[in-house]
């Protein structure tokens, strides 16, 4: 008999499958310890010739030094520490111009990319410092007079001779800080009705003012070009002679958006003392220009239409009007939105709600040159991201809304087709593309890995990695991610993202806690999900459909319906499903609970729970809370005298008898932007009733709780979310102990 033995190619199989069971064998657990040291890069700055990308990496304990006390305070500089790095994007090699951890922001390269511009925190007060790429070498730009620096922006001059930064004037603080104490320390502080602002409103005005320097880099020398007043949008003609600004003028709290305060553009000319030639007189209706990259002409939309005009005339172009129509017999006219103008500066591109258009500037001619085929709410994300300097294809980002299919397309103007370069599963974030030249950086993951930096051109065939700022991460267990469909009661189709447990078996059946807020569709690394997925949990973020009027019905259509799947699909044990949410997310699990039953444990992460008493709460953000009730994302509708039936269906406290779900409610003593005050009605409600409810207030905490405080409470944070899951999954387990425990 001929004995038959096994092909090399089965060896070479069994091989691999051990060494890969080996190796998910030898992989440790991802702890909350591991979720503080994930690194991200920030601040992400490509110079022009795509030679060096400058950012700040840093972890999660960056936030732990924060004073959420001091929000608003003009004295208080909270810049945000890391690590600064330059990569070289051909090699690879990393230059560290600061050494360990420091405090880095607006970040700027030279017009020679030979120099990058940053401001540096030290105690309270930031230093303009410049970096030389050739020499390694840094150093302070000490300006004369020590003028007190804002955290802005930094505008080199075209020939790299001056900066323009922004700075406050010498009695700046002099103003600033009496408004500021008396607002906190009083001893007496008087809310007057009559006065045009809300009293923090003055405040965040006052601390907004700037002067504008025109500072020398080689010697410090300044000049004050712009007197104090609030600036935003600063640019700067290719040629450098004349500054283009936008300046804001308060005029009272409002309680409308977009109105309060008018809005003046205008530039000076560099080279000459005279005074600044207005280009849209100072209007409360924002005006939004899209410039060219010379700064030379601008274009803008007004009642849909698309004008043009050149910088210094008083002439404008409409390119759209009576040229384009959605209905030809009723003569209803295209609406415009403005994208971008053509590397030559000869014609825009424009889209509508129909597809991509080109408009020659002088007004001869106008066509679509892509149609979009799809039905908006199934038609890709397409962003702009590059044109080819002969003007002929534009590169987009590409982003499905159905599946998990994202990458890059390219559009021809001349044939007006669209064409693939790159399109999977994979998650590619933060595109830049040098201004000459056709190299460029991303963010790349997985979709469940952290991303790293990696540098690309615009064939995108190769991704060099320019990161690895994780690599510890791969010898962790980590969840997997998978898009799932439901539909939701009202029969609309819904999207969701389900996290699996690590060490997941096929035929089990998890708990699960869910993670709501309003949309999900996009996975990346998630870490709350990866810490759920190592307690052996399910992690569900599930997308709900928020109908204006009536927002609290749309969660428990939605989440229960997702839920109910997963269940009937055998993965989710029916009796250990959790529920949670932060800020808006957590407004909805309290709400969620007065409606339903269906959890064994429900937690409230800031958010409030009383939306009629949240419109007095959040002093320092002024009207915030009145405008998202009215016809922001709380989504009511109207003022609570015009539906105050609307405020009292979507505010949980006052069903707090309906509650049946053992409550947690995590809030932090510092947050400004949901006072935990508001939280602790629910929980004063809920023990008054003798419902199973516990409140945690982090008193070094902002928002977001333990995990915005220091790193002792984001610990104790998430050891009290995972025992309070565990305990009330394992009630029956619980319940026969402790009848063990009593015989």
Not at 390 to 419: C, P, T
Not at 550 to 565: C, D, L, R
Not at 642 to 666: G, M, N, Q, S, W
Request: charged share 25%; proline share 3%.
């Amino acid at each position: 008999m001929q004995l038959r033995y096994p092909s090399p190619l089965i060896h070479l199989f069994l091989f691999l499958s051990f060494v890969s069971f080996h190796s998910e064998a030898q992989k440790t657990n991802f702890t909350v310890a591991d979720a503080i040291q994930v690194k991200v890069m920030g601040s992400q700055n490509l110079s022009d010739d795509g030679k060096y990308l400058a950012g700040v990496i840093s972890d999660g304990s960056a936030r732990f030094q924060t004073d959420h006390f001091r929000f608003q305070d003009p004295s208080y500089m909270n810049v945000l520490p890391g690590e600064f790095v330059i990569i070289q994007t051909e090699t690879g090699e990393q230059l560290k111009p600061n050494a360990g951890i420091s405090r880095v922001t607006s970040l700027s390269w030279s017009p020679t990319n030979k120099e990058i511009a940053f401001l540096e925190q030290r105690e309270d007060k930031l230093h303009l410092m410049v970096y030389d790429i050739g020499r390694k070498r840094k150093r302070e730009i000490k300006i004369s007079g020590n003028p007190i620096l804002a955290n802005e922006s930094l505008l080199w001059a075209p020939d790299g001779k001056f900066l323009y930064i922004k700075s406050r004037e010498a009695d700046w603080l002099e103003k600033a800080m009496p408004l500021y104490e008396e607002a906190t320390k009083g001893p007496i502080v008087v809310y007057d009705g009559s006065e045009p602002f809300l009293k923090w409103d003055k405040i965040r005005n006052t601390n907004a003012l700037t002067n504008i320097l025109k500072v020398n880099p080689k010697n410090g020398d300044s000049e004050k070009i712009l007197p104090e007043s609030i600036y935003s949008q600063l640019n700067i003609t290719e040629d450098g002679s004349k500054l283009i600004f936008t300046e804001n003028f308060p005029l009272k709290t409002s309680y409308v958006r977009d109105k309060g305060t008018a809005y003046q553009v205008a530039y000076i000319d560099l080279a000459t003392a005279d005074s600044a030639k207005v280009i849209y007189k100072r209007n409360e209706k924002r005006r939004n220009f899209n410039w060219s990259d010379s700064k030379t002409n601008y274009a803008w939309v007004d009642s849909g239409y698309v004008f043009v005009r050149k910088l210094g005339s008083n002439d404008s172009i409409n390119l759209t009007k009576g040229k384009a129509f959605e209905e030809e017999e009723k003569k209803k006219e295209v609406k415009f939105n403005v994208l971008s103008w053509s590397p030559d500066e000869k014609g825009l591109l424009l889209s509508t709600d129909k597809g991509f258009w080109w408009a020659d500037v002088q007004g001869e001619s106008l066509e679509m040159i892509y149609d979009f085929k799809e039905e908006k709410e199934n038609r890709p994300e397409l962003d702009l991201i590059k044109w080819t300097e002969d003007g002929r294809h534009i590169y987009f980002s590409y982003s499905a809304k159905k599946e998990w299919k994202r990458g890059f397309v390219k559009l021809d103007i001349n044939e007006k087709q669209m064409s693939e370069i790159l399109l999977d599963t994979k998650l590619y974030t933060s595109v830049q593309f040098a201004k000459n030249g056709e190299k460029g950086i991303l963010n790349l993951s997985d979709g469940d890995l952290p991303s790293d930096a990696v540098a690309v051109d615009l064939s995108f065939s190769s991704m060099q990695p320019l990161t690895d700022m994780n690599h510890w991460i791969k010898d962790k267990k980590l969840t997997r991610s998978e898009l799932i469909t439901y539909r939701n009661v009202d029969g609309k189709e819904m999207k969701g993202i389900l996290y699996y447990p690590v060490d997941y078996e096929e035929g089990k059946k998890y708990p699960l806690v869910c993670e709501i807020y309003e949309i999900f569709f996009t996975n990346g690394f998630n870490r709350n999900m990866n810490l759920f997925a190592n307690q052996g949990y399910f992690g569900l973020r599930p997308s709900v459909d928020l109908e204006m009027g009536y927002p609290g019905e749309a969660w428990v259509k939605g989440i229960t319906s997702a839920i109910n799947k997963l269940v009937d699909e055998g993965k989710v044990d029916n009796d250990k499903v959790g529920v949670q949410g932060g800020s808006y997310g957590g407004y909805a699990t309290s709400l969620l609970i007065t409606q339903t039953d269906r959890f064994a444990a429900a937690i409230n992460i800031s958010g409030k729970v009383n939306i009629i008493s949240f419109l007095g709460d959040s002093p320092k953000i002024g009207t915030r809370n009145y405008t998202a009730a009215e016809y922001g994302q709380d989504r009511i509708g109207g003022s609570l005298w015009d539906e105050p039936l609307k405020y009292f269906a979507t505010t949980a406290v006052l069903y707090a008898d309906r509650i049946k779900t053992p409550h947690l409610i995590l809030t932090g003593e510092g947050d400004w932007n949901v006072p935990g005050g508001n939280s602790r009605e629910l929980y004063y409600a809920m023990r008054r009733l003798g419902k199973d409810v516990t409140w945690v207030n982090y008193l070094n905490g902002g928002h977001g709780a333990g995990v915005a405080s220091n790193e002792s409470d984001f610990h104790d944070h998430w050891k009290r979310v995972f025992d309070f899951y565990e305990k009330h999954f394992n009630k029956k387990k619980e319940s026969e102990k402790d009848k063990v425990d009593e015989n």
